[in-house]
C-alpha cells in the first residue's frame, strides 16, 4: 500500500520557469492537501481540495494553482517560479474533509529549489 | 484564528531519559489536538489525537499527551527514550467544524544522546 506518492522528489528550477508537482493517494480518500514546509515556520497550507471537483485556498495561495484531476490525483502548479517558493511541499491526503477526527496522511515531501 | 506555540526549538535528551515536548495554542473554545512526528528526509506521521474526553491521550511509539485546558497546553511525553525517536515533532491544531485544515506549530528538533 503506497499511500500518498509525491513526484519529483527533487527539483531545481530557474526563476520564472514553469512546473507541477504531481501527487496521487490510493487510499480512496476524498480529500487531498498541500503544504509547504519552511525552517522555522512549520507546515503552511497551500490549497486543499474537500472532495472531488472542488479546490480551496489556504494560507499561503499565492503564486499557485492546483488542479484535481480525479479522486485520486491533486496536483500543484507553479506558473513562475520565484527564490520565494524554494520550499519543501508535502502532499496529503484523508477520508473526508468535515472534522479532522480522520487521520491526515502525507507524503514524503518534494524539495524544490529556485535559483 | 487558532495558533500553535512550540517554545523550544530544539531538544537533546540522553537515551532511556524522559521526554517532555511542549505545544500551547491559542482558540477560544477546545480545538482538536494533534502531534506528529517527521525524520529526516520522511513525511509527516501522526503520533496521537485528541478530539474530547479523557485528557490522557496515548499514542504510538510509546508516546502519549496529556490536555490541560487551564493552561491552553498539549504537552508530549515519554517515559524512556529511544535513539530512534530522534526526529522533529510538530504540535498541530484542527478547528471543530473547520473540515481538515490543520494549523501547525514550527517544531521541536529532538537530539537523543547514546
Known amino acids: 500500500n503506497a499511500g500518498v506518492t509525491q513526484t519529483p522528489k527533487f527539483q531545481v528550477l530557474k526563476t520564472g520557469q514553469s512546473m507541477t508537482l504531481q501527487c496521487a493517494q490510493d487510499m480512496n480518500h476524498n480529500s487531498m492537501y498541500w503544504y509547504r514546509q519552511d525552517p522555522g515556520m512549520g507546515l503552511r497550507l497551500i490549497y486543499y481540495?474537500?472532495?472531488?471537483?472542488?479546490?480551496d485556498k489556504g494560507e499561503v495561495p499565492n503564486g499557485y494553482n492546483v488542479s484535481r484531476l480525479n479522486k485520486r490525483e491533486f496536483s500543484l502548479r507553479l506558473e513562475s517560479a520565484a527564490p520565494s517558493q524554494t520550499s519543501v511541499y508535502f502532499c496529503?491526503?484523508?477520508?473526508?474533509?468535515?472534522?479532522?477526527?480522520?487521520?491526515?496522511?502525507f507524503g514524503e515531501g518534494s524539495w524544490l529549489t529556485v535559483v | 484564528a487558532q495558533s500553535v506555540t512550540q517554545p523550544d526549538i530544539h531538544i537533546t535528551v540522553s537515551e532511556g531519559a524522559s521526554l517532555e515536548l511542549r505545544c500551547n495554542y491559542s482558540?477560544?473554545?477546545?480545538?482538536?489536538l494533534f502531534w506528529y512526528v517527521q525524520s529526516p528526509g520522511q513525511g509527516l506521521q501522526l503520533l496521537l489525537k485528541y478530539f474530547s474526553g479523557d485528557t490522557l491521550v496515548q499514542g504510538i511509539k510509546g508516546f502519549e499527551a496529556e490536555f490541560k485546558r487551564s493552561q491552553s497546553s498539549f504537552n508530549l511525553r515519554k517515559p524512556s527514550v529511544h535513539w530512534s525517536d530522534a526526529a522533529e515533532y510538530f504540535c498541530?491544531?484542527?478547528?471543530?467544524?473547520?473540515?481538515?485544515?490543520?494549523?501547525f506549530g514550527t517544531g521541536t528538533q529532538l537530539k537523543v544522546e547514546l
Open positions: 496529503a491526503s484523508s477520508e473526508a474533509p468535515d472534522t479532522p477526527r480522520n487521520t491526515i496522511y
Open positions: 498541530a491544531v484542527g478547528e471543530p467544524g473547520g473540515g481538515n485544515k490543520l494549523t
Open positions: 481540495s474537500a472532495s472531488e471537483g472542488t479546490t
Open positions: 482558540y477560544g473554545a477546545t480545538p482538536y
